[in-house]
T-cell receptor
Framework: QKEVEQDPGPLSVPEGAIVSLNCTYSNSAFQYFMWYRQYSRKGPELLMYTYSSGNKEDGRFTAQVDKSSKYISLFIRDSQPSDSATYLCAMSGGGAGSYQLTFGKGTKLSVIP | DAMVIQNPRYQVTQFGKPVTLSCSQTLNHNVMYWYQQKSSQAPKLLFHYYDKDFNNEADTPDNFQSRRPNTSFCFLDIRSPGLGDAAMYLC??????????????FGPGTRLLVL
């Protein structure tokens, strides 16, 4: 079993739809959870960052972490064509001993005008 | 703006011809990472520096080397590039000892083509 599982898609939605992206993980030591957005042929860009369980909202984006289920989600409201990208989840245990990130494979999203 | 800069953005080299990719950062982060990313795959960590301490991933080929002459700069050397080394190379930084800054900040990447 891989440490982080993420459906690679591709996922196509019409403009204005609510998008739900998810990752599951197996390592209960993970405490820091991130979502990166990567446009084609560009470097990943940090989108959302959450510590431990709970929700975090930033504009049209909401990140949710459920540590009891080892499940994280990213919701995009009122999706736009500019949201078309690959979304990578990433996580770490934190601290000097486990600061490296473990990535999911990424979900490719296309928002159709 | 504080950032991670990679040069060049595109690099074409010949099979077996050494190539060096560079990364610089103005974030003053103490950890710098090099990743290899192939199409439709997650970034794969090659190695990283925690301050001056070099940490190599077990499955990183010997063909890949790195140097970090100071806090701001880090280089990736590919001694004898093969066709399978064609990929996007990503540099990232973080500062885990600052507690809250567990995230990594990525540069724009260098796309390497091997002919």
């Amino acid at each position: 079993q891989k440490e982080v599982e993420q459906d690679p898609g591709p996922l196509s939605v019409p403009e204005g739809a609510i998008v739900s992206l998810n990752c599951t993980y197996s390592n209960s030591a993970f405490q820091y959870f991130m979502w990166y957005r990567q446009y084609s042929r560009k470097g990943p860009e940090l989108l959302m960052y959450t510590y431990s369980s709970g929700n975090k909202e930033d504009g049209r984006f909401t990140a949710q972490v459920d540590k009891s289920s080892k499940y994280i989600s990213l919701f995009i409201r009122d999706s736009q064509p500019s949201d078309s990208a690959t979304y990578l989840c990433a996580m770490s245990g934190g601290g000097a001993g486990s600061y490296q990130l473990t990535f999911g494979k990424g979900t490719k999203l296309s928002v159709i005008p | 703006d504080a950032m991670v800069i990679q040069n060049p953005r595109y690099q074409v080299t010949q099979f077996g011809k050494p190539v060096t990719l560079s990364c610089s950062q103005t974030l003053n982060h103490n950890v710098m990472y090099w990743y290899q990313q192939k199409s439709s795959q997650a970034p794969k960590l090659l190695f990283h520096y925690y301050d001056k301490d070099f940490n190599n991933e077990a499955d990183t080929p010997d063909n890949f080397q790195s140097r970090r002459p100071n806090t701001s700069f880090c280089f990736l050397d590919i001694r004898s590039p093969g066709l399978g080394d064609a990929a996007m190379y990503l540099c990232a930084t973080s500062s885990p000892d600052r507690g809250y800054q567990e995230t990594q900040y990525f540069g724009p990447g260098t796309r390497l083509l091997v002919l």
